[in-house]
Structure formats: structure tokens, C-alpha cells
């Protein structure tokens, strides 16, 4: 198997992890607004700690879910020129807005996202309400880690990119 079909399929797989821990963080939000809307209402009594999860854990579902989105080809486009190329423009412009965009982008975000949440927990941050949540570094580090994933998917993305540009050359 080529090189670059090991690099890809390997990509895949971690992108596929990423999705699966995506939907597993929807299901586990699901219960948590559950329960939140079943003390707030019948029991008349509210946890701000279970709050704060509830943004924590859509803001890990959102962030770990743009990577899978990327590999599945699934983002949001302008279509309307895109659609009317042949599958040979469609990959250069995939591969070169990738690498001029988002690639750069995505590393911009991640070596600032690093200090960000070195700083945080240097800091000791945790929620400035009484009963939230301590160690805000670990919501923090969504961040830096998301946009990783995302530069993994990007190369993916780039690689099946070259194969359709291939496949249409010939």
C-alpha cells in the first residue's frame, strides 16, 4: 500500500475517534440539559456546576466536530463556482486553500490556544460562581487540541484531494 494511502487511511481513523467522541459528548449533553430541566422544574432546585457543563460539553462537541465535519467533506462552502468546476479545479482549489487558509489559520490558533491555557492553569482559573466548576485549563485546552485535530483532517482532506486531481488528470 502506497505511503500516502497508510497516511490517509490513519487519518481517517482519527477523525472517525473524533466524531464518535463527538457524538458520545451530544448524548452525554442530552442527559445533562435533561437533568438540569428535571431538578430546575420538579424539584425546584438548580446546580450551576451542571450549567457550566452543559457549555463545556457543547463547546467540545462543536470544536472536536469541525475536524470530522472537514473529513467527511461536510463543512460549509460557497458552492455556487465550486459546483461548476470539473473535479480537477475542485482539488486545487481544496489543496491551495487549505494550505494558504487553513492550515495557517489552524496553526495560529493552536500556538496561541497552548498559552492560553498555560496561562489558565498557571493561573488556577475555575468558575467565578459559587458551585461551578473548577480547572477551567481543561475547557480551555479544547481549543489548541481541536485545532490540531483539525490540522490532521486538513492533510487528509489534502491527500484525497490529490487523488481526485490524479484521477481526473487521467
Not at 490517509?8 to 467522541?21: C, F, M, P, R, V
Not at 481549543?143 to 490532521?152: A, H, K
Request: aromatic letters at 12%.
Amino acid at each position: 500500500m502506497a505511503p500516502s494511502l497508510v497516511l490517509e487511511k490513519t487519518i481517517l481513523q482519527i477523525t472517525s475517534a473524533t466524531g464518535k467522541l463527538s457524538a458520545t459528548l451530544l448524548l452525554l449533553l442530552l442527559c445533562n440539559v435533561f437533568y438540569d430541566v428535571v431538578m430546575r422544574y420538579l424539584f425546584n432546585d438548580v446546580s450551576i456546576g451542571m450549567q457550566e457543563l452543559e457549555w463545556h460539553l457543547y463547546a467540545s462537541l462543536f470544536l472536536l466536530g469541525i475536524s470530522y465535519t472537514l473529513s467527511r467533506d461536510s463543512h460549509v462552502r460557497v458552492d455556487l463556482i465550486y459546483s461548476q468546476l470539473s473535479p480537477k479545479r475542485q482539488a486545487v482549489i481544496d489543496i491551495v486553500g487549505t494550505l494558504l487558509f487553513l492550515i495557517p489559520f489552524a496553526l495560529l490558533i493552536s500556538w496561541y490556544g497552548v498559552g492560553f491555557v498555560a496561562e489558565s492553569y498557571q493561573l488556577g482559573e475555575s468558575s467565578g460562581d459559587p458551585g461551578g466548576l473548577p480547572y477551567r485549563w481543561i475547557i480551555k485546552s479544547m481549543i489548541p487540541v481541536s485545532f490540531i485535530l483539525l490540522i490532521i483532517s486538513s492533510i487528509g482532506f489534502m491527500l484525497k484531494s490529490w487523488q481526485r486531481y490524479q484521477e481526473d488528470a487521467q
